[in-house]
Structure formats: C-alpha cells, structure tokens
C-alpha cells in the first residue's frame, strides 16, 4: 500500500512540474518573440542563401534560357587573346576567353550582387572578389586547361558531331601519291588500307611499346583474375581546333566556318548505360584527362585491347563500321558483338567460342557473371545481338 501512494503521488505531481517547464521555455517566446523569430529567420535566411549559392555555381548550357541563346550571343569570334594563348607560331583566330559580363547581367543583374562573393562569379573566377580578379583557365585550348585544377574534373557539356565518313574519304584521297579515290593510297595502285587514314587522328593512348609491364600503372599483388586497366587499350581522339582549322578556317572557305560553333558542338545526349567505375582510375592512380574520358563514356566492352597482337593484324574497318558512326549519338557508336565472331564467337560450344561458353554458363547458373569482356554489364540478361551472333554462325 505505501509504494501505490507514493507513485500515486509522483503522477499527481507530474502534471504541475510539465507546466512550469512549459512556462520557462514558451512563455518568453510568447511576450518576447523578436529575438527568436529574428535567430529562427536568420537560419531560414541561411539555408536560402545556401542553396540560392549553390544554384548559380555551375553554368550550363543546357538550361533552357540558354539553349534559347546562339553561341555567338555570348561568345565573339575571335576573342581578343587569341594570339597569346598559344606559341606565336601555332596562334589562330579562335574563342579563347570566356564572354564579356554584359552577356550575363542583362539576365542575371541579380545574382551578380548577391553577397560579398556571388556565386555566379565562380564560374569563372578563382577566388572572386574585388582584390582577386584572377581566372580559371578557358576550356579552350583544351591542353591548357586540362592541366588546372579545374580542368582536371570536369567533362564538357557538348559531344562533337564529327561526319567520319566524309573525312575518311578526303585524307585517304589526299595521302601522299593518291589518285583522288579512297580506294587508292599511294602511286603504287596499292588498295588503301582503312588504319592508315584513321591514324591521322587516332593513336594508343597508352601504348605497350617494347617494355614488358601491360599494365597502365603497377596493380596489386594479389590482383589474381581481377580487373586492372591493361595498356594499349584506348585510342585517343583530337582535342581542340587546332587539326580542324588547318582545313575549315576564313581563307580556306571550306564550310563549317570557325565561327560556326554549333555545327560540330552539340549538347551531349544522356550516356548509355556503362561498364565505367568511377572509383577505379584513382585506385589504378590513372590521372590521364584523356584516358579517363575515353573509359568513362566507353559502352561496350571495357577489356578490349586494340594493341593485343591479333588485334593489330586487323583493319580497323573488321570492327568499326565508318559509315555508321555518329559521334554525337553514344547509342550508334557500339561496335557489334557479330565484328567478335572470327574468334570469339562460334557455331557451336564445342567449337571454342568465348561467348558460347559465357551465354552457357548463365544458362546453366543465373547469377554466373560474364566477366571476360564486360565489367558493368556482367549481371545484365544476355542481350539478344549476342545470341543472334551465335544464332547466324550456326545458320539458324
């Protein structure tokens, strides 16, 4: 009886002890709410401000003001450096610099004087502030800007519409002794072999060479069976417009002009699905701008090595379908698994095929990982070209 009264006592008292803790906390905000409402709005303020900052940080061309926008309604050609950007010897007109301010304050007067260092400023700004005037690097020439620190992270907005086919037929045309056919390379009639033409511009990124480590970078001892990026993988592609304007420049008159921008840049399509790992070039210790941007936007296989022995014997043209390549369109630009069939790819499994037995496998145990090509893709059902390969070798 005497422990029921005393917590009959204690939930008696419960009551009046809850409603002084509510008068000391509540009551001064009730009869003194200035300084309250004024911290409470102050955080409010904040966080607004946070994300107000952060919105202006990075410039993008795809917003849809600015894809209302022509390119020369911001950016004139050429830009007042030009000359000084690059060896007095190699210098042409070019957009080199980033637009005046008046191509931005006509839209964004506010954002400009917003806080003491607006954050639309650090688009191009280093450091902004009126003692800092100091810029990032134009992305244009691509070498320089690669090299600074903001360079080295970012990736363009724009994919850069280059019609193969035509170029193909040009250069190959225009090699030394060529008897203005694509069909022909030099003064001995002989038939022009495809790789010749497209080494012009495309080379090894990393080449093997005559040294004895495959390997990019030293990968771990017990790497085993594992993935580590090989050399002589990728192939490189041109930066910049230097190899452009030696043809399309005001004294040629070879149209696109240099001032048309938009006719080879255009805003990137959304990226397939790929096989690329963010985290693996920084742990391969791989900082190669060029190399990361080739493996990043790569859509099939990610452990085909052009310079493995048997592929170099081919042409290039065994794989790549010139005619069909559209480079501002990453969903036409897969090479066909059916280009694998000389030897990867048999009429039946007894015949050796590697991907008659990585398609066996997963028939066999569904969560088999075909991992000989694909790294990414190697929980993905079996798509149907690579059966239909199998398929058409068996004359199915």
Wanted: net charge negative; proline share 7%; aromatic share 10%.
């Amino acid at each position: 009886m005497m422990r029921r009264g005393r917590k009959v006592r204690f939930v008696s008292l419960l009551g009046p002890l809850v409603t002084v803790l509510f008068g000391i906390l509540f009551v001064p905000f009730l009869f003194f709410p200035g300084p309250w409402n004024s911290l409470a709005a102050e955080g409010f303020a904040e966080s607004n401000e946070t994300r107000e900052q952060s919105r202006w940080a990075n410039f993008s061309h795809s917003s849809r003001a600015h894809k209302a926008k022509k390119c020369s309604d911001c950016h004139k050609f050429p830009s007042a450096n030009w000359e000084n950007v690059r060896d007095e010897s190699e210098a042409f007109p070019d957009v080199t610099d980033y637009p005046k301010h008046d191509s931005c304050i006509s839209c964004h007067r506010t954002q400009f004087f917003s806080g003491s260092k607006p954050a639309i400023c650090s688009n191009c700004h280093v450091n902004p502030s009126p003692k800092d005037s100091r810029r990032h690097p134009f992305a244009n020439p691509r070498e320089a800007y690669d090299r600074s620190q903001k360079g080295k992270s970012s990736f363009s907005e724009f994919a850069v519409r280059f019609p193969h086919e035509m170029h193909v037929a040009m250069m190959g045309s225009n090699i030394e002794g060529g008897q203005g056919e694509v069909t022909f390379a030099k003064a001995s009639f002989r038939p022009l072999v495809q790789s010749e033409t497209c080494s012009m511009c495309h080379q090894l990124t990393v080449p093997l060479g005559d040294g004895d480590e495959e390997y990019v970078t030293p990968p771990p001892k017990d790497l085993g069976d594992g993935f580590w990026l090989k050399k002589g993988t990728f192939m490189s592609s041109p930066i910049g417009h230097q190899q452009c304007f030696t043809c399309h420049s005001a004294d040629s008159g070879i149209e696109p002009a240099p001032a048309n921008c938009g006719a080879c840049h255009q805003l990137r399509p959304a990226e397939l699905e790929t096989d690329f790992d963010a985290g693996a070039p920084k742990r391969m210790s791989i900082e190669d701008k060029m190399l990361v941007a080739s493996w990043r936007t790569r859509d099939s296989s990610a452990t085909f090595r052009h310079e493995f022995f048997s592929h170099m014997e081919m042409d290039c043209t065994s794989c790549h379908t010139i005619s069909g390549i559209r480079t501002a369109d990453w969903s036409a630009n897969s090479v066909n698994v059916a280009s694998c069939k000389n030897c990867h790819i048999t009429a039946t499994s007894d015949d050796g095929g590697i991907l008659n037995y990585e398609i066996d496998s997963r028939k066999e145990n569904p969560k088999f990982r075909c991992t000989k090509c694909h790294l990414g893709y190697s929980d993905l059902p079996v798509p149907e070209s690579h059966t239909r390969a199998i398929e058409d070798l068996a004359g199915n």
